[in-house]
């Protein structure tokens, strides 16, 4: 039994070690934000955060992961609580900065995509507090095993929520 | 009111049922008015009228005591929302009721919305809405004109609240402590391509005097969406669900010789199913069910095909192989005047314009969920462009009554059109597959089966001719396209089965929009 320590809470799960953590999170921990997209690195739709990295949960088999920080979009309220050390949020209250700009610059079309575009966006803004467009642009296309996709073609607004997510998390006044 | 049996709103009936204890609601149905003219109908959906189950739908709109209002579409979402944003836009607007009262969408289930067709162009199919909208205005008017003892004409609406004659009632207040039934006039076919239309004529709002259609209001899905509460439909569970995958021919024609076999001790659960040229796996676990198809996919024969012309061939083989006569070309309505006296023209442009097989490929490949009852009767939960469409498609498919078949649908990826018969991919597959074990069966499609077999828009070749004046200016403009048809919403699972299928697109039978497409040659001209 491997034990994964998914968005603070540490579960023991049955899979087989070979088996690719998106379906671990999906099926048995049911935690669903991570999505299908290809099962091949290539499109970003299943994008977690592996400490501060984010990595792609359909090729990481979850041999690989045993005692290591896994945060989903799921977890991202929770951990911006914890390093702002603000009280643990609340169901229906705020969620993270990032989350809380795609909702005010309303990126999302079909939003299937949107998951791993967060994730990215939060391990980007968290090394990089102040990131030009050409570093936002970098993230979300050279910096990983594949440039995360939209097919709705939402690029333009993800660089809206990307900017906005950055003064939010800097907490300058909009 | 006490007295009021029956009233009649431009055509449409408001009747009292029995006062209710506590609560109280407008409820908009409908009755089924039989086409005027059964040729003009059959030509735009293929088929007659007849497959209505008005006892198990929901209505068009609920206006509850409380002031809040509830919409019913068999419209879907595909991602733009509208249906979140200028359905309740365009409700809102006809009723006279600030957007906020129209708290809740129920979007594209087949057993519970009322009027099905495709999701395919937003304001043609919001003209249904809207007038059911109108109906309910009008029937709240004369609700009022009766409660308050004064003309009809005297009364005026502003933000949900009815005036007139010194008085004044909210919307909820009006419809408190009844069980109020609007019955409209619909006309169509509920599992036709295009579903039910709202006929006859309501009074409709002037857009002179429109203060909601057009302003730009926030989308209320997306906090659900972005902080993970929703279900997405690869999310849906169902108790004693099997995982399922797919072994698709090597190429569109292939059939199958032998299925690969799989090794007990590296698969303990996974079970191989077998139907016709449809080559299929389940099992208990996800990723043993991924293992086994690529297992099976490497041991599994096809036979050779080589009926396509390739790529590289395609532009020779619409211009010269197939023979256009075997169509006859439709022109399409925008044409007019003579293309013909292009070739007088001082000047001459024409050049051939080639559009390859265009993949849609939504991000996420197609999954579904279907749970196939012991008595044969399906519960398919999709992703679906026209869920009714698609029931008529997968009843078809089982030999089975419509009234056996239900669809639900969820948020999915987007798709970007041609799949508006309702299918792009793993539901009639589902379907087959969960009848074969009898247990639910969620069929997701990998990424390759996404880019084999789903939605392609189709190729085209086009000729565009252009007459130009001594002065330069464009007289005459000619279009002239060939291609296959736009679409074919023939379930693939169905295909390879050997099972019945709605059949191939023809100018005859309606499917695949062949009326409004190009899947022959169009021509027309403008001066
Ligand atoms: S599903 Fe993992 S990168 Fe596409
Ligand atoms: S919003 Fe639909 S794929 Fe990105």
Redesign the pocket.
């Given at each position: 039994m491997i034990t994964l320590n998914v968005n603070g809470i540490q579960r023991s799960v049955k899979a087989s070690p070979d088996t690719p953590l998106l379906y671990v999170l999906r099926n048995e921990l049911g935690v669903m934000t991570p999505k299908f997209g290809c099962g091949m690195a290539q499109c970003g739709a299943c994008s977690v955060l592996l400490g501060n990295q984010e990595i792609r949960a359909c090729i990481t088999p979850i041999s690989a992961l045993e005692g290591k920080e896994i945060t989903t979009v799921e977890g991202l309220p929770a951990r911006w609580a914890r390093q702002k050390k603000l009280p643990p949020p609340t169901a229906g209250g705020a969620l993270h900065p990032v989350q809380e700009a795609w909702i005010e610059e309303q990126v999302?079309?079909?939003?299937?995509?949107?998951f791993g575009m967060m994730i990215k966006v939060t391990e980007l803004l968290e090394a990089n507090p102040k990131p030009t467009d050409a570093d936002i642009k970098a993230a979300l296309t050279t910096s990983g095993p594949s440039p995360h996709l939209?097919?709705?073609a939402?690029y333009a607004a993800i660089l809206d929520g990307a900017r906005r997510a950055a003064e939010l998390m800097r907490g300058d006044a909009s | 009111m006490s007295a009021m049996d029956s009233l009649s709103i431009h055509g449409a009936q408001l009747s009292r049922r029995e006062v209710l204890q506590a609560g109280g609601a407008l409820i908009v149905s409908f009755s089924l008015v039989p086409a005027a003219s059964p040729a003009a109908d059959s030509a735009s959906t293929g088929r007659s009228s007849g497959s209505l189950d008005a006892a198990r739908l929901g209505s068009w709109i609920e206006i509850r005591d409380d002031n809040s209002i509830l919409l019913r579409t068999g419209k879907c979402d595909f991602?733009q929302s509208s249906i979140y944003t200028a359905y309740r836009q365009i409700v809102a607007e006809e009723l006279g009721v600030p957007v906020e009262h129209i708290t809740t969408v129920v979007a594209g289930d087949t057993d519970s919305t009322p009027d099905g067709g495709g999701t395919f162009g937003l304001l043609r199919g919001a003209q249904s809405l809207r007038k059911a909208a109108a109906y309910s205005r009008e029937a709240m008017l004369g609700l009022a004109a009766r409660k308050f003892g004064v003309a009809r004409e005297s009364l005026s609406i502003r933000d949900g609240v009815i005036s007139g004659g010194g008085q004044s009632a909210t919307f909820g207040k009006l419809v408190v402590d009844a069980d109020l039934r609007l019955t409209i006039p619909v006309r169509g076919d509920l599992t036709s391509f295009f579903g039910l239309q709202v006929i006859g004529d309501p009074p409709l709002k002037p857009s002179s005097a429109y203060t909601i259609v057009g302003q730009s209001i926030k989308n209320p899905i997306l906090r659900p969406k972005i902080s993970g509460e929703t279900v997405w439909v690869g999310d849906v569970k169902l108790p004693g669900m099997l995982h399922g995958r797919v072994v698709h021919p090597a190429t569109l024609g292939s059939t199958l010789v032998s299925a690969g076999k799989l090794n007990r001790p590296r698969f303990p659960t996974a079970k191989v199913v077998v139907i016709g040229n449809l080559v299929g796996v389940v099992a208990e676990d996800e990723w043993e069910a991924v293992r086994a198809a690529q297992a099976l996919a490497a041991g599994t024969k096809w036979s050779d095909w080589k009926g396509l012309p390739t790529h590289g061939k395609l532009p020779e083989h619409l211009s010269r192989k197939v023979n256009w006569d075997e169509l006859p070309a439709t022109k399409s309505p925008a044409s007019k005047g003579d293309a013909a006296a292009g070739s007088k023209a001082s000047r001459r442009h024409e050049a051939s314009y080639f559009f390859p097989y265009m993949k849609h490929a939504p991000?996420s490949p197609t999954v579904s969920l279907a749970d196939v009852k012991s008595d044969g009767s399906v519960v398919l939960h999709t992703h679906s462009q026209n869920p009714q469409f698609l029931r008529r498609g997968i009843a078809t498919m089982m030999g089975k009554p419509l009234s056996d078949v239900v669809v639900r649908t969820y948020p999915g990826?987007?798709h970007y059109g041609r799949s508006n018969g309702g299918n792009a991919g793993s539901e009639d597959e589902a379907v087959l597959l969960s009848r074969a074990v009898g247990r639910p069966v969620r069929v997701q499609w990998m990424r390759a089966d996404d880019m084999q077999w789903s939605t392609s828009s189709s190729t085209m070749l086009s000729t565009i001719r252009i007459g130009l004046a001594a002065d330069g200016n464009i007289e005459t403009y000619e279009a002239e396209h060939r291609g296959p048809p736009m679409q074919d919403d023939r379930l693939i699972g169905a295909v390879l089965a050997g099972l019945p299928d709605i059949g191939a697109p023809t100018p005859g039978n309606g499917n695949g929009l062949q009326r409004l497409s190009l899947g022959s040659r169009t021509g027309g001209s403008t001066t």
């Open positions: 999302p079309q079909c939003g299937i995509c949107q939209c097919r709705c939402s | 991602g991000i990826s987007g």
